[in-house]
T-cell receptor, first 107, second 121 residues
Framework: DIQLTQSPSFQFASVGDRLTITCRAS??????LAWYQQKPGRAPNLLIY???TLQSGVPSRFSGSGSGTEFTLTISSLQPDDFATYYC?????????FGPGTKVGIK | QVQLVESGGGVVQPGRSLRLSCAAS????????MHWVRQVPGKGLEWVAL??????????ADSVKGRFTISRDNSKNTLNLQMSSLQVEDTAVYYC?????FGTGWYFDLWGQGTLVTVSS
């Protein structure tokens, strides 16, 4: 199985900050990676797919990059609605594993 | 509107069975591969199973293989997860999700609100 790691596990930030989350895969997964945002008590919400394609309706302050084994999610200017947990997911092959998550809290 | 609604969760004793359902509406259910994903409260996400749009292909995570079975009824726009020999470790919120293809990969673009399964004596 392909394992995913995320760093950092926790990030405290302020409104307006630029935030970058890294996801690393144990084996190459081409660009078959998605990013999701999840808020407490809610289902995950798709942000990015294909490593860098922004899902329709997602604000342009979110962006993704990377291929192979290293990927990043960047929020260019953190907004109050962005404080949440972020997960990466590899969709290159079964099982479609998720990263452990990065919780973004208010500084 | 376009949505997925899970049902069937509850409290069940270890070793017993439970059947979850996911009702789809607002889109052509029979055109999409569907997935189950679970999340232990306060923990991360775990992919559980998938079934292809026509029901001919399915796959289950090793953690549930032989105990859980995914199925679908396209005439009723419903995805199911039959869970047997339930263990305390199966306690989680279970989500159904719609899969889309992109290049050689996938992504999950629509999720239900989840249904909580609690396995406890």
């Amino acid at each position: 199985d392909i394992q995913l790691t995320q760093s950092p596990s926790f990030q405290f930030a302020s409104v307006g900050d630029r935030l970058t989350i890294t996801c690393r895969a144990s084996h190459g997964i081409s660009s078959n990676l998605a990013w999701y945002q999840q808020k407490p008590g809610r289902a995950p919400n798709l942000l990015i797919y294909g490593a860098s394609t922004l899902q329709s309706g997602v604000p342009s302050r979110f962006s993704g990059s990377g291929s192979g084994t290293e990927f990043t999610l960047t929020i260019s200017s953190l907004q109050p609605d962005d404080f949440a947990t972020y997960y990466c997911q590899q969709l290159n092959g079964y099982p479609f594993t998720f990263g452990p998550g990065t919780k973004v809290g208010i500084k | 509107q376009v949505q997925l609604v899970e049902s069937g969760g509850g409290v069940v004793q270890p070793g017993r069975s439970l059947r979850l359902s996911c009702a789809a509406s607002g889109f052509t259910f029979g055109s999409y591969t569907m997935h189950w994903v679970r999340q232990v409260p306060g923990k991360g996400l775990e992919w559980v199973a998938l079934m292809s749009y026509d029901g001919t292909k399915k796959s289950h995570a090793d953690s549930v293989k032989g105990r859980f079975t995914i199925s679908r009824d396209n005439s009723k726009n419903t995805l199911n997860l039959q869970m047997s020999s339930l263990q305390v470790e199966d306690t989680a919120v279970y989500y159904c999700a719609r899969g889309r293809t992109f290049g050689t990969g996938w992504y999950f673009d629509l999720w239900g609100q989840g249904t909580l399964v609690t396995v406890s004596s």
